[in-house]
């Protein structure tokens, strides 16, 4: 084995390994605290910009009980259980945050190593080891005890830190995308005259009667005052309903056949878990090719839009994509040239779309909107200049999200080359990159 034939050590002897929390806290989650991240949470690298479906109060985290699985920075994360056994997560900033025992955590006995172990662990190498040491059949898991026969070679500290200054140079990229997206957003609230508006914290509202039959609705959260805020600025605005008549997009639902086809082999199946406003990370699920010939593919330009779930995420295709989506994710496709996809997709993620989701979506467990009610979504529509600056930030913001992914790739490659070639020769790739 290649390893073994290099200066390869087991990874406890590169960090000390454990896992998150094995207490029920189901009760005390939350949509807003501290973040409490389990093995689906893992779909952002750099943890600080996660966003996992629940959080914790303070007083939970800071339980003695909870000390095993607060989230540390340096840290390096693992999926340990279930279809997407492998992901990898790095913790890079000191915000609090717990993780459950479906994750791995490895700290690292020297701080100089996190990135290297995020990198390699990312690697072939790395993920080959993981799927020679999953366990189960319809549950697959990884176990803390075989974490010892997972062997990683020791490189020098100059290796280490080139590692870590290219790993550093995504962080950087990757916040860069963040701010581009809230000056962009900043950008649209201004234009339409939002700009110093934030909605109100009272949740007591008088309503007639008539009101409530005509809204069909009869439970309070509905008729919170900061929604009748929200329309009544649109109210001032030009405005078009997202889609029907005189809609701005087409709504195309795809299918969900059954977790019964699941397989590791086909057509990747793109779920809500699988998705964020920053693009589809690798379907873990696929189906296969035979009873995929009549479902619709992600076109580029085309906008995903979440009804399930986390309801109201927007992605805007970037490609042409092989892929099926479940039925909880709609495909949008503008209409006409008066709106452009980018600043749609800008739209639909900001404060003024997600208020209205969050208003219309129903369901106590797994929220749900339906789609009568995201046709009725009201969309403000700018100038076209207007949309074309707020556009420009948002392919900004994608284009730093690309250096992102290609930075995290350079460190994986990276390993690899020093692993099959030689220290020397993977430092002068992350030199000359």
Same mark, same amino acid.
């Given at each position: 084995m290649l390893l073994r034939a290099i200066r390869s050590i087991p990874l406890n002897k590169f960090a000390s390994i454990s896992d998150g929390n094995h207490l029920g806290v189901s009760e005390d989650f939350c949509s807003e605290g501290v973040p409490y991240f389990r093995g689906g949470d893992i779909k952002e690298f750099f943890l600080s910009f996660g966003k996992p479906d629940y959080c914790v109060p303070q007083n939970v985290y800071e339980k003695p009980t909870m000390l095993r699985s607060h989230m540390k920075k340096g840290d390096v994360f693992v999926s340990i259980v279930g279809a997407i056994i492998g992901q990898i997560g790095m913790k890079t900033d000191d915000a609090p945050a717990l993780c459950s025992c479906k994750l791995g955590i490895l700290r690292p006995n020297n701080i100089k190593t996190s990135a290297y172990l995020a990198a390699f662990l990312m690697s072939s190498m790395g993920q080959s080891q993981i799927r020679r040491f999953r366990r189960g059949s319809a549950q697959t898991g990884l176990i803390l005890d075989d974490f010892d026969q997972l062997l990683a070679p020791e490189f020098s500290d100059r290796f280490y830190d080139k590692v870590t200054k290219i790993i550093q140079a995504a962080l950087n990229a990757r916040s860069g995308t963040i701010a581009r997206i809230q000056n962009a957003e900043q950008l649209l609230l201004a234009e339409l005259g939002f700009a110093n508006w934030s909605p109100t914290e009272e949740t007591t509202s008088v309503k007639n009667y008539l009101d409530i039959v005509s809204a069909g609705r009869f439970d309070a959260e509905y008729f919170q005052p900061k929604y009748d805020e929200l329309f009544a600025l649109l109210s001032k605005c030009k405005v078009r309903p997202l889609s029907g008549k005189d809609g701005v997009v087409d709504i195309q639902r795809s299918i969900e056949p059954g977790s019964e086809i699941y397989s590791d082999k086909g057509i990747p199946f793109v779920r809500i878990a699988d998705f964020s406003e920053m693009g589809i990370t690798k379907p873990e699920i696929h189906i296969p090719p035979e009873i995929c010939t009549d479902i619709p593919r992600p076109k580029k330009d085309t906008i995903l839009l979440s009804k399930d779930g986390s309801v109201g995420i927007a992605y805007k295709v970037e490609e042409d994509l092989d892929v099926v989506t479940s039925s909880g994710i709609l495909h949008l496709t503008v209409k006409d040239?008066? $709106?452009?996809?980018?600043?749609?997709?800008?739209?639909? @993620?900001? /404060?003024? $779309?997600?208020?209205?989701? %969050? &208003?219309?979506?129903?369901?106590? /467990? +797994?929220?749900?909107? *339906?789609?009568?009610? +995201? %046709? @009725?979504?009201? +969309?403000?529509?700018?100038?076209?200049?207007?949309? =074309? *600056?707020?556009? #420009? *930030? $948002? =392919? %900004?913001?994608?284009?730093? &999200? &690309? *250096?992102?992914?290609?930075?995290?790739?350079l460190t994986k490659? #990276?390993?690899e080359v020093a692993i099959e070639q030689g220290e020397d020769k993977a430092v002068d790739l992350l030199e000359n990159q």
């Amino acid at each position: 084995m290649l390893l073994r034939a290099i200066r390869s050590i087991p990874l406890n002897k590169f960090a000390s390994i454990s896992d998150g929390n094995h207490l029920g806290v189901s009760e005390d989650f939350c949509s807003e605290g501290v973040p409490y991240f389990r093995g689906g949470d893992i779909k952002e690298f750099f943890l600080s910009f996660g966003k996992p479906d629940y959080c914790v109060p303070q007083n939970v985290y800071e339980k003695p009980t909870m000390l095993r699985s607060h989230m540390k920075k340096g840290d390096v994360f693992v999926s340990i259980v279930g279809a997407i056994i492998g992901q990898i997560g790095m913790k890079t900033d000191d915000a609090p945050a717990l993780c459950s025992c479906k994750l791995g955590i490895l700290r690292p006995n020297n701080i100089k190593t996190s990135a290297y172990l995020a990198a390699f662990l990312m690697s072939s190498m790395g993920q080959s080891q993981i799927r020679r040491f999953r366990r189960g059949s319809a549950q697959t898991g990884l176990i803390l005890d075989d974490f010892d026969q997972l062997l990683a070679p020791e490189f020098s500290d100059r290796f280490y830190d080139k590692v870590t200054k290219i790993i550093q140079a995504a962080l950087n990229a990757r916040s860069g995308t963040i701010a581009r997206i809230q000056n962009a957003e900043q950008l649209l609230l201004a234009e339409l005259g939002f700009a110093n508006w934030s909605p109100t914290e009272e949740t007591t509202s008088v309503k007639n009667y008539l009101d409530i039959v005509s809204a069909g609705r009869f439970d309070a959260e509905y008729f919170q005052p900061k929604y009748d805020e929200l329309f009544a600025l649109l109210s001032k605005c030009k405005v078009r309903p997202l889609s029907g008549k005189d809609g701005v997009v087409d709504i195309q639902r795809s299918i969900e056949p059954g977790s019964e086809i699941y397989s590791d082999k086909g057509i990747p199946f793109v779920r809500i878990a699988d998705f964020s406003e920053m693009g589809i990370t690798k379907p873990e699920i696929h189906i296969p090719p035979e009873i995929c010939t009549d479902i619709p593919r992600p076109k580029k330009d085309t906008i995903l839009l979440s009804k399930d779930g986390s309801v109201g995420i927007a992605y805007k295709v970037e490609e042409d994509l092989d892929v099926v989506t479940s039925s909880g994710i709609l495909h949008l496709t503008v209409k006409d040239n008066s $709106v452009l996809p980018d600043f749609l997709t800008l739209v639909l @993620n900001s /404060i003024i $779309v997600r208020l209205q989701a %969050e &208003r219309s979506a129903g369901g106590s /467990i +797994i929220q749900h909107w *339906k789609q009568s009610e +995201i %046709e @009725n979504v009201l +969309i403000p529509i700018l100038t076209m200049s207007s949309q =074309q *600056k707020i556009a #420009a *930030k $948002v =392919q %900004e913001s994608f284009a730093l &999200r &690309r *250096k992102s992914k290609q930075l995290l790739d350079l460190t994986k490659h #990276a390993v690899e080359v020093a692993i099959e070639q030689g220290e020397d020769k993977a430092v002068d790739l992350l030199e000359n990159q």
